[in-house]
């Protein structure tokens, strides 16, 4: 954003600079001269450039060259706000709340206040000079229809949407890209002579030159042609440049990171604990390519067990406020799509020096527990370690030998034998302790995608968890239990992994919801993990269990970083951090800062991060892992389309998991393909949600349409570019019988009955 002095012009897109994990950058300000929120607040009134300069004793080119440089920062931070005439205000005289725009596929938006306080509705006509993602000071101007805050905007702060993915048309010769994200509602013109080689119905990419304003659309140059619609890995490249997902690594980042060499040197050895004649294995999918966790488990006198949790040391390598650290924490997490996956550090040590590939010396950061026979850790202590694992072991190998020992298996299992039914052991102690305590254990299965040679989409299978997925994850939980309560204790801002209760109109729906299936919540006191626990656990085995487990979900808040510790109400713990994957997510890097900063010897007060530098990381870490999850469901959403597209008039058996005023939203059994059986293709007869929201009535006929219910669905249409697949009922003149839930027929009996 370029300042101006005198004459109003467009202002000039600002770019977004580096995140840090170090100190937070702040204007320099010489000791001789106030700065700029003082010298606002003194005035008591707004103040244009030439007169802040002034009062702020900024005189000659470069004081006011570093004063517009101040100005710049001050603005984007939502300290200070520019008025329509030019001139300087204090936000806080304003009562402008200042946040992040969230918008939505359908217009409107909302401001997430940095204060995180409650979001702020933005109408269409708002959003329409903001993109989702930019950052905006805004007026609360009353309230909607639903009685929450609607504001309007004063000042986007910071642009944040610089590039465009889409689809280029051309109509009547105007042309112009359609953004694949559905959250960004604007068309972006393109001048004829900036559309170089693309042609009408390619996907591209777009540079805006011009952001949108409350008069017009945004404008673009296009920069690069991604392919054609429907090629092969389109939906990835899409998906992407769609969320602004870095996916080259700079020049000086890879250099950074080649620079440690292939092997552990021997200075880096030194003063660790040396563990490599201890059989720690890594247990992961076949597919896994980075190794960042290890186990090692023997029983002990009295019942109890010895538990190492051995973690790639990634803070060795990853040092703070370098190149590698600055693109970690852009990143914030590793993005894994069906086809392809976008690493956090480069190869050199996410395949490489960072992750703990059998028979080879890699620096380790090491949890040790006592656990005894009721799952309950005992002692605990941290240390920095040399490893050297013995086997890379996968879930389906070690499943296979915890349910049947006697049988052949392959002499790399056998050997480790007897460490795995130690696991196993522990593995079932601490699962005991979970249930005591309440918490939810969602088991749902995994899509995985099967793609052919030619790098298509071939078929979905749901992939189910066993008993070798449960025990690492045990494991997992309990290292990540006493890596919070050790910084907790030792009073060293951290990120914890926070999870809140649901809130209260969430809940009541769930209620609604559950009462469907005869089951209750309780309404005289607050709601606690274990009833959850319960209901989760009463649908096992049932076809409705998924659907169940997904609404629970949904009724509950995402897990944020951040650094206040309120708990995990998913996991029922007081404390609770992510300290088992640092190769791909940088919270847990920064719990092994903290770990490893004790562990030499400092304390709270000699501890770079100040709480308030967390916080901010916190945010930063929570949105990059929002946009690593909704980038890899646009993906599968585009796949899930892809696999449907030729299969126009086929039948299929479907689950009913959504009603909604405009009809019904099923899901495809066994490939959790989700599409929607329009109002009119229900029947001849006029049909609408009751009151409970979870059943469609006919007027005429009476029939009903409830969640849960099993329908056969025929497929009429699929359009790829919107993600949507639309149904019709199977049936032929409206006779077909509807099957129902188990859980219904179970209500049908009773009633019979009585």
């Known amino acids: 954003m370029k300042l101006r002095k005198k004459t109003r012009k467009p202002k000039k897109t600002t770019k977004r600079p580096a995140v840090r994990t170090g100190a937070p950058s702040r204007p320099r300000v010489s000791r001789d001269q106030p700065a700029i929120p003082q010298v606002l607040q003194a005035a008591g009134r707004p103040l244009d450039f030439d007169e802040l300069a002034q009062r702020a004793e900024r005189n000659g080119a470069s004081a006011r060259k570093r004063l517009t440089k101040e100005l710049e920062e001050l603005l984007q931070s939502g300290a200070i706000i520019r008025n329509r005439r030019d001139e300087y205000c204090l936000r806080e005289r304003l009562s402008l709340t200042v946040g992040t725009v969230s918008a939505h596929k359908d217009g ?24 989702h993602g930019d950052r905006a000071a805004v007026r609360i101007s009353g309230t909607d229809h639903r009685g929450r805050p609607e504001g309007a905007i004063v000042e986007v702060l910071e642009r944040n949407t610089r590039e465009i993915v889409g689809r280029l048309y051309d109509e009547s010769g105007i042309c112009f890209v359609v953004p694949d994200n559905p959250r960004i509602g604007h068309k972006v013109l393109v001048p004829r002579q900036h559309l170089g080689q693309a042609r009408p119905g390619q996907v591209v990419l777009v540079k805006l030159v011009e952001q949108p304003s409350k008069t017009a659309q945004p404008l673009g140059h296009i920069t690069r042609v991604l392919g054609e619609h429907a090629a092969p890995g389109m939906e990835t490249d899409i998906a992407i440049h769609s969320h602004g997902l870095p996916f080259e690594f700079p ?27 201890l059989p720690l294995v890594t247990i992961d999918g076949e597919d896994a390519r980075d190794f960042d966790d290890a186990v090692y ?24 406020n370098r190149a590698l650290d600055r693109e970690a924490q852009l990143r914030g997490t590793s993005v894994y799509f069906p086809n392809r996956v976008l690493p956090m550090l480069p190869e050199a040590l996410s395949n490489g020096l960072c992750s703990l590939n059998p028979n080879v010396d890699r620096l380790c950061m090491v949890c040790e527990m006592r656990i005894n026979a009721d799952g309950k850790v005992t002692r605990a202590q941290f240390f920095e370690g040399l490893m050297r694992s013995a086997a890379r072991l996968t879930y389906t190998k070690v499943a296979a030998y915890l349910a049947n020992p006697a049988a052949a298996h392959e002499p790399e299992v056998t050997a480790l034998g007897e460490q795995l039914q130690s696991l196993y052991g522990v593995f079932k102690a601490l699962h005991r302790q979970r249930l005591s305590r309440g918490a939810l254990d969602f088991d749902a299965p995994e899509l995985k995608v099967k793609f052919d040679a030619q790098g298509r989409i071939a078929t979905f299978v749901e992939s189910t968890r066993n008993d070798a997925h449960r025990l690492i994850e045990e494991c997992m939980i309990a290292a990540n239990v006493q890596a919070a309560r050790f910084l907790k204790k030792h009073r060293i801002p951290t990120l914890y992994r926070v999870h809140g209760k649901p809130e209260e109109d969430r809940l009541e729906q769930l209620r609604q919801f559950l009462q469907g299936f005869n089951i209750h919540l309780p309404t005289d006191r607050e709601l606690e993990p274990h009833d959850l626990s319960q209901v989760l656990q009463r649908s096992v085995g049932h076809e409705e269990a998924h659907l169940i487990q997904t609404v629970v979900i949904r009724s509950m808040p995402q897990a944020v970083y951040q650094p206040e510790n309120i708990g995990h109400f998913g996991l029922a713990l007081s404390e609770y951090a992510h300290f088992t994957s640092p190769i791909r997510r940088y919270p847990d890097l920064m719990v092994h800062r903290g770990i490893r900063h004790i562990l030499r010897g400092g304390n709270a007060e000699t501890f770079p991060w100040t709480t308030g530098m967390v916080s901010t990381l916190g945010q930063s870490c929570s949105h990059t892992e929002r946009r690593a999850d909704e980038a890899t469901r646009d993906a599968m959403s585009w796949l899930k389309c892809e696999f449907m597209r030729d299969k126009i008039g086929e039948e299929f058996d479907t689950l009913v998991t959504g009603v909604v005023d405009f009809g019904l939203f099923v899901q495809i059994k066994g490939m959790q393909i989700d599409g929607l059986v329009h109002v009119s293709a229900l029947g001849a007869d ?20 409830r969640l849960g219910d099993h329908l056969r669905v025929r497929l009429i249409n699929v359009v790829i570019d919107e993600r949507k697949i639309d149904f019709e009922l199977a049936e032929a003149g409206g006779g077909q019988r509807m099957v129902r839930g188990p859980w219904q027929r179970r209500r049908n009996q009773h009633r019979g009955r009585r």
């Open 251 to 277: 020049p000086e980042v890879i250099a950074e990171a080649e620079v440690f060499g292939n092997s552990v040197s021997a200075a880096a050895k030194r003063g660790r604990e040396d563990l490599r004649e």
């Open 686 to 705: 006029y049909f609408s949600r009751d009151k409970s929201g979870y059943r469609m009535v006919g007027a005429r006929s009476g029939r009903i349409f």
């Open 297 to 320: 488990c023997e029983p002990l006198r009295g019942g109890s067990w010895r538990l190492l949790v051995a973690i790639a040391d990634v803070a060795s390598y990853v040092e703070p």
């Open 108 to 131: 409107y938006g909302f401001l997430m206040p940095d204060d995180r306080s409650a979001p702020i509705y933005l109408a269409p006509r708002q959003m329409q000079e903001a993109m």
